[in-house]
């Protein structure tokens, strides 16, 4: 460890700005969640009753319920339907580059565009699917009915983020030799064997990686969420990010601070929880 | 089998493409009633719009601004950190490991506030800086991590003999690891220009009076009589950026959301 100092001189730019608008900024906003906020040079001391008050209301706790469930219904729908998609790829041709061209499309669109894109897409007179829904019949109503409401959110999040599971998964697939796959051959392994002993362990790391970034943007869905019915009908698709921009859009910096830390140590508490996994597969890759 | 599989894949295009073909084809059609032409006609008229309307024309150019400035900032300061992770072994690297993972999953909405009040107070808000600087807040830990493990590839002896030839760090950094791992900056590059292209809260957050971006400018264009031509004409546009980076790393999109602990 002798090479320490040099390596801190060469982190020191980067860290610098991550402290500048990450590190210090959560730090300055924890202060200020433990006072009134009038203005800026106006204040009192409350200590932790911003938390208190928090954490002690119901709205705080169906809110976390539902951003649960949302990421629940969201991993499962997008996982087994990514993974699927990665494992019907052929390995190669323009078939393959056609297919992963299609899939990262949607990573790449402006998030606020996408609930434009889909709310029109879905619009009984002239968006493509709602005339088809009309057509058939269905009375789709996203604005009113809960139910059509969370529909549209699943179908919208998992055409902006199924590209990017089953792309994770296609890069884990292309890592394996195609010697294990001859191999399998010779044994007259089955697909379901092939599966298990050959694709699932190499494709543990990056799915590990997939759901902690599918977990988080799901579970702190924003821009999305509130474009399409601003946590509506009757609060159904009030989740805990569209709380906090309630509360920040009303200036009420009190509440909104003490919210933001509460919901910055939810991230850490999960991060960390992956990144030990995240080791711990990584360890095992290396005495494997 | 092979038509079963060929059908599957026909309905992920569709279902893929579905939502980009409305848009495309709404933002050509006339959707207010205007005397010169029928409401639903054909026309290039929303494109004319977008750049005769000065703040729609105008927040292209600060987008443009800042995703440009954010991603040179990232690759300045990740180039250097990246080679640090690859080649030295040092006490603390994974405490900064987690913390570079924590900044680029922490939502931003969370971050809004906090960062809100901090560049309040520094006169950072409404101005294409602030928002490249905020974007380093996820883009650095992405560009940190492609890069690394371009740099992971290059054996160690390549140093070694630069530095036997009288590099330094610095100049061995610039003049002789920089042109091999050209393909990973050009990776770490487009993945910085559009996370930043595509992040809207933030944005939004810190340019109240001006240097609006793209994103801020739309949403202001719906209203009692929106002008949903417009709109897509608009969102139309933003696509390209995107369009042009999915084709330059096309070999490389699973890198972007690489994570290495």
């Not at chain 1, 009915?145 to 199924?162: E, G, P, R, S, Y």
């Not at chain 2, 091999?180 to 993945?191: Q, S």
Request: net charge neutral; proline share 4%.
């Amino acid at each position: 460890m002798t090479r320490d100092l040099r390596a801190w001189l060469f982190l020191l730019p980067a860290l610098s700005i991550i402290a500048f608008v990450g590190g210090i900024p959560i730090a300055i906003n924890t202060w200020h969640s433990f006072f009134d906020i009038l203005s800026l040079d106006e204040r009192f001391w409350l200590g932790l009753e911003w938390y208190q008050a928090l954490l002690t209301s119901e709205r705080f706790y169906s809110s976390l319920l539902r951003s649960l469930c949302f990421s629940l219904a969201v991993i499962t729908i997008q996982f087994p339907l990514g993974l699927f998609i990665a494992l019907s790829l052929p390995k190669s041709g323009w078939v393959r580059s056609l297919g992963l061209i299609l899939l990262a499309l949607p990573l790449v669109v402006p998030w606020i565009m996408i609930p434009t894109m889909w709310v029109s897409l879905v619009d009984l007179e002239s968006g493509y699917l709602g005339r088809l829904m009309a057509w058939a019949g269905i009375d789709f109503d996203y604005k009113f009915n809960a139910l059509h409401t969370w529909i549209l959110l699943l179908l919208m999040d998992t055409w902006h983020w199924v590209g990017l599971v089953a792309i994770l998964a296609c890069s884990g697939l292309a890592s394996i030799s195609p010697a294990y796959y001859q191999a399998a051959a010779i044994d007259q392994a089955s697909r379901v064997q092939v599966f298990r002993y050959i694709e699932a362990p190499k494709l543990k790391g990056v799915l590990i990686m997939a759901l902690l970034l599918r977990f988080m943007d799901s579970f702190m869905i924003y821009v999305e969420a509130f474009s399409v019915n601003a946590g509506g009908p009757n609060g159904a698709t009030t989740f805990l990010s569209l709380d906090l921009g309630e509360e920040i859009n009303g200036f009420n910096y009190g509440p909104a601070a003490a919210r933001s830390v509460v919901y910055f140590l939810m991230t850490l508490g999960i991060v960390y929880a992956f990144w030990r996994i995240m080791r711990a597969e990584k360890s095992d890759e290396v005495t494997a | 089998m092979r038509i079963l599989k060929g059908l599957g894949f026909l309905a992920l295009a569709g279902f893929i493409l579905l939502p980009l073909v409305q848009t495309v084809m709404v933002s050509f059609t006339s959707t207010l009633p205007r005397d010169e032409m029928d409401l639903g006609s054909l026309t290039f008229l929303n494109y004319l719009n977008v750049f005769r309307t000065e703040r729609l024309a105008d927040s292209l150019v600060n987008s443009i601004i800042y995703v440009t400035l954010n991603v040179t900032i990232c690759l300045a300061v990740a180039l250097p950190a990246a080679y640090a992770f690859s080649r030295f072994r040092f006490r603390g690297a994974r405490a900064v490991f987690f913390a570079l993972l924590a900044f680029r999953v922490t939502p931003t909405v969370v971050l809004s506030l906090p960062i809100f009040l901090v560049f309040a107070k520094v006169n950072l808000l409404n101005t294409p800086v602030g928002v490249a600087l905020a974007h380093c807040v996820f883009n650095v830990p992405i560009a940190i991590w492609i890069l690394e493990s371009f740099i992971s590839a290059v054996p160690r002896e390549y140093d070694e003999t630069a530095f036997m030839d009288g590099h330094n760090y610095r100049s061995f950094i610039l003049r002789r690891l920089v042109p091999v791992i050209g393909p990973g900056i050009g990776t770490a590059a487009f993945f910085c220009f559009v996370f930043s292209w595509v992040e809207v809260v933030l944005a939004r957050t810190i340019t109240i009076t001006d240097g609006k971006p793209i994103t801020t400018a739309i949403t202001s264009l719906f209203g009692f009589n929106t002008d949903i031509g417009l709109v897509m004409a608009m969102t139309t546009l933003s696509l390209i950026p995107g369009l042009a980076m999915i084709w330059f790393v096309r070999n490389h999109i699973s890198r972007g959301f690489t994570i290495r602990v």
